[in-house]
């Protein structure tokens, strides 16, 4: 019997369409993103079905990945596949503490709309940017971003990938560095509307701090991994200091999976648009077994585990 690990995609994953094959086909997927639309009072199913610009800004595209994720587990539980553990990448953790009841749907999708729109919003005076560099191990680009103010580690996400961020002239200069110094196969700067990850989402930490007061933490069904430390708990108590560091900390994904792996999870089912999670598994452990579910037609792939 396998150990499973239901891991979940962050921001950068969004396209006009993800998720429609499981609203036109299952009524568990249709209230997922019919309630995100309530809690949040935008009409998502015009987000993320209709061609627009919106599903792009931050503000809306937190909400339109993690009510995706939610209704595409709805529908893989409804298969039968039951998980010992979830994660997710930076904002996949919300779909994470959905997974294993931590966070009532309602209660989430209020809290990521805030969320993004707090990060959308954080240090609008300065300029920010993040920067994926490619091919170096963990070590160097740490010591680069020290060096450097304004500059910090955001995402550790497997071997050969870290991102930074920060602010715009420090990111561009610490890439510089990694690539002419100190051997950098590639640096690629990425298109987001803010140094996600970075002190420069203080200001948003502070505000997530105050409405996540209101917001009530059950009792887990299974653990889950947080991103800022990469430990696997089941404390319900921890859970709201570590979504508030979690803004402005690194998102420690590659300790997250091999720390899964230590713990005997064998299969790790990734849910949400696209196949990032997959990508990052093949780097990091080349012999861990992924089914990515995307699509309706992925759940035939459950039917030998259920």
């Not at 950068?12 to 086909?25: I, P």
């Not at 990945?65 to 595409?72: K, R």
């Not at 409804?78 to 749907?105: D, Q």
């Not at 100190?182 to 989402?201: C, D, E, I, Q, Y």
């Amino acid at each position: 019997m396998s150990k499973i690990a239901f891991v979940y995609p962050g921001q950068g994953v969004q396209a006009v369409g993800m998720g429609k094959d499981f609203f036109d086909n299952y009524e568990e997927a249709r209230e997922q993103i019919r309630l995100a639309s309530k809690e949040s009072g935008i009409d998502l199913e015009k987000i993320l079905f209709e061609e627009n610009e919106l599903i792009n800004q931050t503000e809306y595209t937190q909400l339109a990945i993690v009510a995706t994720c939610a209704a595409m587990t709805k529908v893989v539980e409804k298969t039968g596949v039951k998980a010992s553990v979830s994660a997710g990448l930076s904002l996949g953790e919300y779909a994470a503490l959905i997974a294993n009841k931590a966070l009532k749907p309602e209660d989430a999708y209020k809290l990521i709309y805030q969320r993004g729109k707090f990060m959308q919003e954080s240090s609008p005076d300065v300029e920010g940017g993040m920067s994926a560099i490619i091919g170096l191990p963990r070590e160097p680009v740490q010591e680069v971003c020290d060096s450097i103010e304004g500059a910090c580690v955001a995402n550790l996400n497997c071997p050969g990938q870290i991102v930074i961020s920060g602010e715009k002239a420090a990111v561009t200069k610490a890439g510089e560095i990694l690539k002419e110094e100190k051997g950098a196969k590639r640096v690629v700067p990425l298109n987001v509307s803010g140094a996600f990850h970075s002190t420069l989402m203080n200001e948003a930490a502070e505000r997530l701090e105050k409405v996540m007061e209101d917001v009530k933490v059950n009792e887990m069904a299974f653990p889950y991994v947080a991103n800022v430390n990469a430990e696997i708990t089941d404390d319900k108590n921890e859970v709201k200091e570590n979504l508030i560091k979690q803004v402005y900390s690194p998102v420690r994904w590659e300790d997250s999976v091999r720390n899964m792996i230590a713990d005997g999870v064998d299969l790790f089912i990734e849910i949400g648009p696209g196949k990032t999670i997959a990508g990052f598994m093949k780097k990091i452990d080349p012999e861990a077994k992924v089914i990515n579910i995307s699509t309706v037609e992925d759940l035939e792939k459950l039917k030998e585990i259920a």
